[in-house]
């Protein structure tokens, strides 16, 4: 976690950007001057920023920010009108999202999307990628339909494990769709885990989710960030901004407003005015 | 091969050493599901033989009925069966059935009686082709919502019936072999259905001579008094319940796989399955096209029997009523598709014109009252009257069937099941490869 860099130190800032341009392991997600319109209202208005390998970024700003179709853009949900997005070394803008999927980047929705007739288990073994029973030949024919099984047998060891790491093993023969609001969000994000990602978009994670739930929910995530993987969150949780993201970016009307440690969001007074309404100064 | 093919349960626990091929085809679905099952074609078979008993039919009318009945309900969960695959499973929302249906009937009436490719080759091919037309139609399902999709699939179908019924595709030729459709009337020719290869020694002839396999097989029916018709009728009856067993089997180990998987996750929300990074446009194409290819298979099996290659076959109608079914049996389920397919092609489809039947010849009709008035001059023919329109009160009848079920069961008979879509048991953790 280096990155402190702001738009207070836009030499700072300019200069990291440099050296991930050269060193591109260095930054995982790299977005460039993103842009997108709704008909007359600019969603995306040239949105820049970098997320380093390992760490909880969040990504904050009042209603209409264009958080979320920054999400949309980056995961292939909607095409940009404009700019980049590159992710570990490689520009995936326009691909289509289960192409960017494949790559390692996933993400969850703002509400809760489960597979409401499909049970829990069925939701979180649908996520692995490429598995041999997806072909139609080899989950049909006899003599192939062995492999299919064998592999489903190991797949529904990890989902188990997966299902007790999120603690909703329990409801493992449910339908989806009789899951809580917060046991749903819990549910996707094992269903992202089961996926294998690098890295994972986490829209409002803890919209709706319970205290003790919340809990658990960030534990989780910083037991996975020590494994290794990264993550970037939509949240309207200060608090949990705070105490749990760094760095932190800060989106108004469109566009970045600055990126930094969460101390330095906390003060900065156009995060304030922006929160607070009132006009900002470019 | 894996000693694990679906579930297991109580029937294949008991399963040492190599599995036979009975307990792999039980494994396939719970033994329960084919009982449950069995006792619905039980149970309507007793409906049918009480009422053609007080009926007053004989032998030979009894056996008659059940073997049509059994051809309804077959033919009826063929269909369903496909429709379930794409439907049920992947939410496609395809009411072009009886498109899919007249192109693989047509296929196989030109490939083998026009063109004169042997019978099993025209139908392996008229499969592939009807498959090709439903990847075709699939191509916008890409794009479009299910609604739209609806509306594509049966504009084609209604464009594959006009063409198929049009003066001016009637005769076409290609090298000097005629491949005209035959415009309202149908080709010319007789396709024969497949048991008639059985029985006969030239089955294309219209008047056909029994093989040796023929002559000894209607001789069993001999001491019971059933005519040839009958005998055929009851060899083809049980041609047809394999025929329903294969697709069952074929589209239970489709259901259940990971690829059944990814369908579900289409028909519950496509943009999930996209950002699990599912490529669902490859998944919906082969749902449609085996779906489809199933489709015309079934339509070989039906009209080659009974209806014959004639346009009209293929209207819209035949399409609702194939909705209807797994409406009833519960969208999402194979086995509940199967129950569906028998309990609307027995009850729905074949009851009313039975009760019809037995009724008229009860009553013998002194009197066959031919408007409405001369229906109440009295009971009898007030009864002959209203039977008489029973076929056409079908439809009625099948609406007010559907108003219940939407309002008591809208999840059909069998729609609130899980099926679980794995080739493995998910909850058995422990339940390893045996």
């Known amino acids: ?282 | 091969m894996s000693e694990i093919d679906a579930p297991a349960d109580d029937a294949t626990s008991g399963a040492e050493g190599e599995q036979s091929i009975r307990d792999r085809i039980w494994a396939v679905a719970s033994a329960s599901d084919i009982r449950l099952i069995a006792v619905t074609l039980l149970a309507i078979y007793a409906i049918f033989l009480f009422l053609g008993i007080v009926g007053g039919l004989d032998v030979n009318g009894l056996y008659s009925s059940l073997e049509r009945v059994t051809f309804f309900a077959a033919v009826y969960a063929l269909v369903v069966l496909a429709l379930n695959l794409q439907w049920g499973y992947a939410g496609l929302f395809n009411i072009g059935v009886a498109g899919f249906m007249a192109i693989g009937l047509y296929s196989m009436h030109i490939l083998t009686v026009q063109i004169g490719l042997p019978y099993p080759v025209g139908a392996l091919v008229a499969i592939l082709i009807t498959s090709l037309f439903g990847a075709l139609v699939a191509l916008p399902a890409l794009r479009l919502r299910a609604d739209y999709l609806a509306i594509v699939t049966l504009a084609f179908a209604e464009i594959v019936r006009s063409i198929l019924g049009s003066q001016r595709f009637a005769e076409l030729s290609l090298g000097g072999v005629d491949i005209g459709f035959g415009g309202a009337t149908g080709p010319d020719g007789v396709l024969p259905d497949p048991v008639k290869f059985i029985l006969y020694e030239d089955p294309y002839s219209l008047r056909p001579e029994s093989n040796a396999f023929g002559e000894l097989y209607f001789s069993l029916f001999d001491p019971f008094v059933i005519d040839d018709s009958t005998a055929e009728g009851i060899l083809y009856a049980l041609f047809l319940i394999v025929f329903v067993g294969l697709f069952y089997f074929l589209l239970v180990r489709t259901g259940n796989s990971p690829f059944g998987r990814v369908l579900k996750a289409i028909r519950e929300d496509e943009t999930v399955a996209n950002a699990l990074g599912k490529d669902t446009r490859k998944f919906k194409i082969k749902a449609f096209a085996l779906g489809s290819a199933l489709m015309g298979l079934a339509a070989i099996l039906w009209y080659t029997k009974r209806g014959g290659v004639t346009p009209t076959n293929f209207e819209p109608e035949i399409t609702f009523f194939i909705f209807v079914a797994l409406i009833i049996g519960g969208a999402g389920s194979n086995t509940g598709s199967v129950i569906g397919g028998i309990v609307f092609g027995a009850l729905l489809f074949r009851g009313p014109v039975f009760v019809e039947r037995i009724i008229n010849r009860r009553l013998e009709a002194d009197a066959d009252p031919t408007t409405i008035f001369d229906a109440f001059t009295g009971i009898d023919p007030f009864i002959v009257y209203t039977t008489d329109n029973l076929s056409a009160l079908r439809v009625v009848l099948l609406g007010v069937v559907l108003i219940i079920l939407i309002q008591r069961r809208p999840e059909g008979l069998l729609g609130n099941r899980k099926e679980i879509a794995s080739s493995i048991d998910l909850e058995d953790r422990t339940g390893g490869e045996n």
């Not at chain 1, 995982?28 to 600019?42: A, E, M, P, S, Y």
């Open chain 1, 1 to 282: 976690m280096t990155t402190t860099a702001t738009d207070e130190d836009v030499a700072t800032d300019e200069d990291s950007r440099t050296v991930t341009d050269e060193n591109p392991d260095e930054a995982i997600l790299q977005v460039t001057n993103l842009q997108k319109r709704f008909g007359g209202v600019v969603a995306v208005d040239g949105v820049d920023f970098e997320i380093e390998p390992g760490t909880v970024t969040g990504l904050i700003g009042p209603n209409g920010a264009g958080k979320s179709t920054t999400f949309d853009l980056i995961t292939g949900v909607q095409n940009a009108d404009g700019g980049q997005v590159v992710f570990d070394g490689t520009a995936i803008t326009g691909r289509r999202p289960e192409q960017i999927a494949n790559r390692g980047l996933v993400r969850t929705f703002q509400i809760a999307r489960e597979l409401s007739e499909m049970t829990v288990l069925e939701n979180v073994m649908l996520a692995p990628p490429h598995q041999l029973g997806e072909s139609l030949w080899r989950s049909v024919l006899p003599g192939f339909r062995g492999g299919v099984s064998d592999q489903e047998a190991e797949l529904r060891e990890e989902a188990w494990e997966t299902l007790e790491f999120f603690a909703i093993d329990h409801l493992a023969g449910e339908y989806a769709g009789n899951l809580s609001g917060g046991q749903r969000k819990l549910l996707e994000m094992a269903r992202v885990f089961m996926t294998d990602p690098d890295m994972i978009l986490l829209d409002e994670p803890l919209a709706g989710v319970n205290p003790t739930l919340e809990e658990r929910l960030l534990d989780r995530i910083h037991e996975l960030q020590s494994q290794g993987y990264t993550f970037l969150l939509v949240e309207h949780d200060m608090d949990v901004v705070m105490n749990h993201c760094d760095p932190v970016i800060v989106m108004h009307q469109g566009k970045r407003l600055m990126q930094g440690a969460p101390e330095a969001v906390r003060q900065d007074e156009r995060v304030l005015e922006a929160y607070l309404g009132g006009e900002v100064e470019q």
